[in-house]
């Protein structure tokens, strides 16, 4: 089991001159070139037209008084970004985002794991009946949840104080209000990694956890001898794929707080729609955005280098 | 003995958490049925009282769900189909044959999934005001209808084809459209699943991009058309739990009728 984003590209000699090719080439199937012009032409139009085009347009913005609403597009130079950087709204914002998403990454992914190992062990009834309902909050809608926790959160008619018989404001209180979107979030998400730790499960080869067994290994110590380092590469795919999605994270915010109490719980997402379709400030979101975009990439590329160069380690 | 407790003790455990899984949706419906006297009753119970239609007829009656609901069912069914096709082809051809590019092709299609929305979103509104797209349904479909998570996922289940069966199939004389059509398609059901699964719930769930480029209520969909009746009608909780339960039950039963593959899909696409 490898975790591959890249195609098996046919072994060219690393840094070979282009043009001068020395793989050897299949012969070409007969209507494999328009087939294959007609996927470059439609795949590689709309990553111009809707991405790159758009993420130059930003950058460009991002150097600009831009405001749709009077058309104003007024070169200001790095003001936007001095604005930015010097504000503690931001800051706090990107801390926050950094502080939630590291909470909801870590039970995502722990709670995947018991719960995957759990349903996976052979004492457990009714496997396909528990991975359906662990599954089902992943595969609903986020606006309609957010509403129905919203409702649960309500501190005289919702169902938590009322059945817990507890008496907390949770989404009014400052203290409690960002915890409050982290569970629910949580509870939203956390199905993804069950399924995706099962997968990872039936892969692990069943000879070793009995060559093991037979050498005295306890199942604890099989777990995390054989087991979890063999789940290694679906870990990190659950947490790359977590960071990129958690650091964007909006919809929560906007149903259940608006940002609020405060700031409360005023996500970077939720700062950028605010300043752009909120009070239309274009290049001062545009800024924004790049510096959560260089983020995103650079926690990206480290977890990807850090799992690499784990797997190495373990390989050697 | 010892292990039919602890089979006992793990079953109940999963069964403990499995109703904190599922208590949302249930207390959902239930209060759905339940009238807003009685939401907002200081004694809750967990079953109503006595059961009513009258927050489904009265949302109805203030806000025009079923044409949202079935705007919200046109887009979805339309965006997937499109979504589903052009990830498909783009992953066999990608996986399939070999051309100069190919590799740059899908990293820079991969790396389209790690870009914020924060950070196109802004000049992509330009971009399609400009283009007199407001209010057009194109303006939804269009940035929808090429998926990089979809051509990564197909791509990564090309390997469930194998190229022998290609191959054959290219003996006996099938054009590559055809062996797409009639081999590849039919092999590739689980990870189609699984997208359209995942596909169908971006469009439902996509709040920002439609609530920016339709104005007009009556072609709005129902994800805007929740939050704008939240923001009217804050306190009428059970109309609230009637709009989400409209919202939310439609795709629990498309889930439950294709999980097996969907299930089957999801995984596959991680694991290879």
């Known amino acids: 089991m490898t975790l591959s984003l890249r195609p098996r590209v046919s072994k060219a000699p690393p840094g070979g001159t282009p043009g001068i090719s020395t793989r050897r080439r299949v012969r070409t199937y007969p209507g494999e070139r328009a087939l294959r012009n007609t996927v470059i032409i439609i795949v590689a139009g709309s990553l111009l037209l809707l991405t790159a085009y758009p993420i130059g347009l930003a950058f460009v913005g991002s150097f600009h008084y831009w405001n749709p609403l009077n058309g104003a597009f007024d070169f200001v130079g790095l003001e936007n970004y001095t604005t930015l950087l010097s504000s503690p709204d931001f800051w706090g914002s990107m801390i926050r985002t950094g502080f939630f998403s590291a909470v909801v990454i870590f039970f995502r992914?722990?709670?995947?794991?018991?719960?995957?190992?759990?349903?996976?062990?052979?004492?457990?009834?009714?496997?396909?009946?528990?991975?359906?309902?662990?599954?089902?909050?992943?595969?609903?809608?986020?606006?309609?949840?957010?509403?129905?926790?919203?409702?649960?959160?309500?501190?005289?008619?919702?169902?938590?104080?009322?059945?817990?018989?507890?008496?907390?404001?949770?989404?009014?209180?400052?203290?409690?209000?960002?915890?409050?979107?982290?569970?629910?979030?949580?509870?939203?998400?956390?199905?993804?990694?069950?399924?995706?730790?099962?997968?990872?499960?039936?892969?692990?080869?069943?000879?070793?956890?009995?060559?093991?067994?037979?050498?005295?290994?306890?199942?604890?110590?099989?777990?995390?001898?054989?087991?979890?380092?063999?789940?290694?590469?679906?870990?990190?795919?659950?947490?790359?794929?977590?960071?990129?999605?958690?650091l964007q994270a909006f919809v929560q915010v906007l149903v259940l707080t608006k940002g609020g109490p405060g700031t409360a719980t005023q996500l970077i997402s939720y700062l950028i729609y605010d300043k752009a379709f909120v009070k239309y400030d274009f290049g001062y979101a545009s800024a924004a955005a790049f510096v959560l975009l260089i983020v995103t990439a650079l926690l990206t590329l480290i977890s990807f280098r850090l799992s690499v160069g784990r797997k190495n380690s373990l390989e050697g | 003995m010892r292990t039919r407790i602890a089979s006992g003790l793990l079953t109940a455990v999963l069964a403990i958490l499995g109703l904190a899984t599922v208590f949302p949706f249930v207390w959902m419906v239930l209060s759905a049925f339940k009238s807003n006297k009685e939401i907002n009753a200081p004694e809750q119970t967990f079953l109503p009282a006595s059961w009513t239609l009258e927050n489904f007829l009265a949302i109805e009656e203030k806000f025009d769900f079923i044409r949202l609901f079935g705007n919200s069912v046109f887009l979805a069914v339309v965006i997937t189909a499109i979504a589903i096709y052009t990830s498909a082809l783009a992953g066999f051809v990608i996986a399939k044959y070999q051309f100069r590019g190919r590799g740059l092709l899908f990293g820079f299609t991969v790396g389209t999934m790690m870009i914020p929305w924060a950070v196109t979103i802004i000049p992509r509104y330009t971009m399609f005001v400009d283009a007199g797209l407001q209010d057009n349904y194109l303006s939804l479909i269009i940035p929808a209808a090429i998926s990089g998570f979809g051509i990564f996922m197909m791509r990564q289940n090309m390997h469930a084809v194998p190229d022998e069966v290609l191959e054959?199939?290219?003996?006996?004389?099938?054009?590559?459209?055809?062996?797409?059509?009639?081999?590849?398609?039919?092999?590739?059901?689980?990870?189609?699943?699984?997208?359209?699964?995942?596909?169908?719930?971006?469009?439902?769930?996509?709040?920002?991009?439609?609530?920016?480029?339709?104005?007009?209520?009556?072609?709005?969909?129902?994800?805007?058309?929740?939050?704008?009746?939240?923001?009217?009608?804050?306190?009428?909780?059970?109309?609230?739990?009637?709009?989400?339960?409209?919202?939310?039950?439609?795709?629990?039963?498309?889930?439950?009728?294709?999980?097996?593959?969907?299930?089957?899909?999801?995984?596959?696409?991680?694991?290879?």
Do not use: C
């Open chain 2, 168 to 272: 054959a199939a290219r003996i006996d004389g099938a054009s590559e459209i055809r062996i797409f059509h009639r081999i590849v398609l039919p092999m590739s059901v689980n990870s189609i699943a699984a997208l359209a699964i995942f596909q169908f719930l971006w469009v439902w769930d996509d709040y920002l991009w439609p609530y920016l480029m339709i104005s007009d209520n009556a072609n709005q969909v129902l994800a805007v058309g929740l939050t704008t009746f939240a923001g009217q009608y804050g306190t009428d909780y059970g109309g609230l739990f009637a709009a989400t339960t409209i919202s939310v039950l439609p795709v629990i039963v498309v889930y439950i009728l294709f999980q097996r593959r969907f299930v089957a899909g999801v995984a596959s696409a991680a694991v290879k």
């Open chain 1, 109 to 246: 992914v722990a709670l995947g794991l018991a719960i995957a190992v759990a349903i996976f062990s052979q004492l457990t009834r009714g496997k396909a009946f528990f991975r359906t309902i662990f599954y089902m909050p992943t595969v609903t809608p986020l606006v309609a949840v957010a509403y129905v926790w919203q409702m649960m959160y309500n501190p005289q008619t919702g169902a938590i104080n009322t059945f817990l018989g507890l008496d907390l404001n949770w989404l009014y209180d400052p203290q409690l209000a960002l915890p409050s979107i982290m569970a629910m979030t949580i509870w939203k998400d956390f199905g993804y990694a069950v399924i995706l730790f099962l997968a990872g499960l039936h892969s692990v080869p069943e000879d070793a956890l009995e060559a093991a067994s037979v050498d005295g290994a306890g199942a604890w110590q099989r777990f995390w001898r054989i087991t979890f380092p063999l789940l290694a590469p679906m870990t990190v795919f659950v947490v790359i794929t977590s960071i990129i999605s958690y």
